[in-house]
């Protein structure tokens, strides 16, 4: 199947045009009898906020196309420009989800492992070998092999990374639209002051995953807070993958729902003030007229303010 028409590739940076990642993982495979090579990548267990996502791509054995990188080096432009060009050229590909509650009631280890058996199972065709970009095996099955930098180096892998991350970023985009002042259109739910300000003064939507150990001090309104099953109520319990500590929190009956409501209201809006104090003293709160370089938590710069395709 071609390329969908009207899907030009876009010109790469300099930056990235050396060093693209290579068949040469899949054609040492092919060679060796495994015709159903699937290179598998995940995106999204760093997020705050929506879905874990696990990308599967098999990819056929005498066509190519050109520019695919590891998405974290491409641009949000550049990652859908290429989107349609890779699925109508891999021979199968899928994406499997994890939901946030699924991250809160399994884990993140069980959640990445469930979003990779749905993205294997969804291509329709039983793998020979699986190629996975890291050192941790979270597909199982014994016909695995771990790449670190895989994503950079493979590229089944690299494929996989732009279909999960596409798919992905194109859920938070939707989700924006019920959720603003959390920027998911523009922070996909990943850690970033704005979004970490907008936890402080609003708490958590029902998208976020609840069971992180910083949840513990943000105002909760009505939502669920979820608690392992075998939690100590004093202690706590620890996941499986260390992700961090989750507190049951102990609510006294109030027979008076309205006194409720409003002691409720209070102490939101304290966490708002509380909030927009610590912000302007951060510097957080951005000046309309500064243009300076914004940087999010994880290291990353914004190269503008409002620019629309900043993302972690």
């Known amino acids: 199947m071609a390329p969908t028409a ?6 790469l940076r300099k930056a990235i045009r050396r060093r693209p990642p290579s068949l040469e993982f899949e054609r040492a495979l092919w060679a060796s009898g495994h015709d159903v090579v699937v290179g598998v990548d995940e995106v999204g267990r760093g997020a705050w906020a929506g879905p874990l996502t696990v990308g599967a791509a098999v990819l056929p054995h005498d066509r190519r196309v050109y520019k695919i990188r590891d998405s974290k080096l491409l641009r949000e432009s550049e990652r859908e420009a290429l989107f349609e060009r890779i699925a109508g050229w891999c021979r199968a590909w899928a994406v499997g989800h994890a939901s946030q509650q699924e991250c809160d009631e399994l884990g993140m280890s069980a959640a990445q492992r469930l979003a990779a058996r749905r993205a294997v199972d969804g291509l329709g065709l039983e793998p020979d070998r699986v190629l996975i970009d890291g050192n941790w095996d979270f597909v199982g099955g014994g016909r695995t092999e771990r790449l670190v930098r895989g994503d950079a180096r493979c590229l089944s892998i690299a494929a996989a990374s732009i279909l999960a991350k596409v798919s992905r970023d194109r859920i938070m985009r939707a989700e924006a639209e019920h959720f603003p002042g959390y920027d998911f259109e523009r ?61 049951e929190e102990h609510m006294s009956e109030n027979k ?28 957080l709160i951005p000046d309309p007229e500064d243009h300076t370089p914004r940087f999010y938590e994880d290291g990353s710069v914004g190269e503008e303010v409002d620019d629309p395709e900043i993302a972690p």
């Open 6 to 11: 009207g899907t030009t590739a876009p010109v």
């Open 187 to 247: 922070n996909k739910g990943y850690p970033c002051p704005r979004h970490k300000l907008a936890l402080q003064g609003m708490g958590p939507t029902s998208i976020h995953r609840r069971t992180w150990v910083f949840m513990d001090h943000l105002p909760y309104s009505s939502l669920h807070r979820p608690v392992p099953v075998d939690a100590d109520p004093a202690q706590g319990s620890l996941f499986e993958d260390g992700v961090g500590w989750v507190r």
């Open 256 to 283: 008076d729902p309205a006194a409720a409501e409003e002691k409720k209201l209070e102490e939101i809006e304290e966490h708002i003030q509380a909030a927009r104090r610590a912000a302007e003293h951060d510097h």
